[in-house]
């Protein structure tokens, strides 16, 4: 039997190859692209894969107030007397989806003649709840109001109209509560319980996942744009120009950048669209020291002479040949990049200036609840704080992956030459 050793013809691979075989190689950076990957995909299906549909997940039951982890309660589902409204499955995924239902917490429940009488719970012992009454038809259907419904209580008939349908319905009793108890009353599990204002944790937490992605790849985009204009046009032109540059840069870098961002964010104003602006305005100056130091011992080599020489213009040398060249450090900028506008976004939000409620920011949901970490609930600030450290720490970790992979000195990719 014959063993043939594989090989690779290291000068045939591209240069992306070989930098994503290198990158393969570190198991932590696969790692933080795996959660990286998971986050964006949580991200792009939103609404469509979190319990609590409704816009910004603010389904608030104040009765279900911070209940546990693994916990369910007990609901009426009634049909609202709306007309139905025209939703598509893009605008739930971007929009969340108004819910059709009103739900009411069910302590006990009984049944008589036409009507369900419930008592609402209350988390109190005793109970003590609101007694709600309501026709059982009502609940099903979404009754027309303007004809009322009429019952027969000798053929235990229930007539009336629904909204949008010019038929009257005609349903048994007997049979409406029976769909009623099959269908209606439903319960619905909290798997990471709710928080103090009865909301769904998870649901939450996984439309917070938007937000963070959001900020760092708007902040990312403007931050990248800026510093590379500028660093570009310092390092290509030097002079007055980079003179210029330059004590721009070092202003704006003897700047803290927390109190940046809250300067820019009171001018511009509380909002999640003022956030992606001020956080990106901010993290430029790193972008631009590393352009300018790329381009300035690039401009001399022999393929930007060669441009000249055929009388390119210096615009056309910047972008098609000077800046491929240096987009690999800009790259594990961004990442770097990415990881500081999280934790800008979220500390910004934990103030009170970020993304402003019902947004579900990571960082409002540890300011509402960091209260809680000397009780029994310190999960309540702890679970959106381990989200914001995982997604940090990811990006970080791929940074640091991607800048050993594009280091062009590293020796390990070469064939080994010679040996017996």
């Given at each position: 039997m014959f063993f043939r050793k594989k090989t690779i013809d290291f000068e045939s691979e591209s240069l992306s190859t070989q930098t994503w075989r290198r990158f393969k190689r570190n198991k932590l950076s696969m790692l933080g692209l795996i959660i990286i990957i998971i986050s964006c995909v949580i991200s792009i299906l939103g609404y469509l894969i979190t319990p609590d549909r409704t816009p910004y997940a603010n389904d608030q039951k104040p009765e279900l107030h911070i209940i546990n982890p693994g916990s369910s309660a007990r609901f009426l589902i009634a049909k609202?007397?709306?007309?139905?409204?025209?939703?598509?499955?893009?605008?739930?995924?971007?929009?969340?989806?108004?819910?059709?239902?009103?739900?009411?917490?069910?302590?006990?429940?009984?049944?008589?003649?036409?009507?369900?009488?419930?008592?609402?719970?209350?988390?109190n012992n005793p109970n003590k709840g609101t007694l709600t009454k309501l026709n059982i038809a009502d609940v099903i259907y979404a009754v027309d109001s303007k004809a009322p419904i009429q019952y027969d209580s000798i053929t235990g008939l229930l007539s009336f109209y629904e909204i949008g349908n010019s038929n009257k319905i005609t349903?048994?009793?007997?049979?409406?509560?029976?769909?009623?108890?099959?269908?209606?009353?439903?319960?619905?599990n909290y798997l990471l319980g709710t928080d103090k204002l009865g909301r769904d944790l998870l649901s939450r937490l996984l439309i917070g996942t938007r937000i963070s992605l959001s900020v760092g790849l708007v902040s990312v985009i403007i931050s990248i744009f800026i510093g590379i204009l500028l660093g570009a046009i310092a390092g290509?032109?030097?002079?007055k120009t980079d003179?210029?540059?330059?004590?721009?840069?070092n202003v704006v870098w003897s700047i803290p950048t927390l109190l940046l961002v809250i300067a820019i964010t009171l001018i511009l104003g509380k909002g999640i669209i003022q956030v992606f602006i001020a956080v990106g305005l901010t993290m430029w100056v790193d972008v631009a020291r590393i352009v300018r130091g790329q381009i300035l011992s690039i401009r001399e080599k022999e393929f930007v002479e060669a441009g000249r020489?055929?009388?390119?213009k210096n615009m056309r040398i910047i972008l098609r040949h000077i800046l491929p060249n240096v987009m690999g450090?800009?790259?594990?900028?961004?990442?770097?990049?990415?990881?500081?506008?999280?934790?800008?976004?979220?500390?910004?939000?934990?103030?009170?200036?970020?993304?402003?409620p019902p947004v579900p920011s990571w960082g409002e949901m540890i300011s509402s609840h960091y209260g809680y970490i000397l009780m029994d609930k310190a999960y309540l600030a702890f679970i959106p704080g381990i989200a914001i450290m995982l997604l940090v720490l990811s990006f970080m970790l791929v940074g640091n992956g991607l800048r050993d992979a594009l280091d062009t000195r590293s020796l390990d990719d070469k064939p080994i030459v010679g040996g017996s």
């Open positions: 609202r007397n709306d007309p139905p409204a025209s939703q598509n499955i893009f605008k739930i995924m971007l929009f969340g989806a108004n819910d059709p239902y009103d739900a009411y917490t069910v302590h006990i429940y009984l049944f008589k003649k036409q009507y369900i009488l419930l008592e609402e719970f209350t988390g349903r048994s009793v007997a049979e409406l509560r029976k769909e009623i108890q099959e269908e209606n009353i439903v319960r619905k290509y032109y030097r002079g003179s210029l540059i330059m004590w721009l840069i020489a055929l009388g390119y450090p800009v790259v594990v900028m961004a990442a770097s990049n990415f990881a500081a506008a999280i934790l800008t976004e979220s500390g910004l939000s934990f103030l009170g200036i970020g993304a402003q």
